[in-house]
């Protein structure tokens, strides 16, 4: 899968073609959500983002190289997947998955 991409100190895109997902530090999410309000990072885990992705092992590789700690995986599921999960830096927790 090829995905184009910006980042800079405020946010990461990861740009999919007809999808685009941006993460921003939270200090900067105000701005482009007004007058909607940013969540709090301490009210715990309020959704979980799913990625489908070609390969696990080899992306989980290169979280970690980039310094992303993760939270549980690769594990391979019963329900015929291959997952990990991690937090981004405000908190949400985003989970890779490939078909296997």
Do not use: H, K
């Not at 310094?67 to 890779?96: H, K, Q, S």
Request: with cysteine; hydrophobic share 40%; glycine share 8%.
């Amino acid at each position: 899968m090829d995905v184009d991409g910006y980042e800079d100190e405020s946010c990461a895109v990861l740009d999919y073609g007809n999808t685009c997902i941006n993460l921003l530090n939270q200090s900067n999410a105000q701005e482009l959500i007004d007058p909607a309000q940013v969540g709090r990072v301490g009210d715990g885990a309020r959704f979980l983002f799913t990625i489908q992705v070609p390969d696990v092992d080899r992306l989980c590789n290169e979280l970690v190289m980039r310094g992303v700690t993760l939270l549980n995986g690769p594990i391979t599921r019963p329900w015929g997947r291959r997952t990990a999960c991690f937090a981004d830096p405000d908190g949400y927790i985003w989970e890779i998955a490939q078909v296997l």
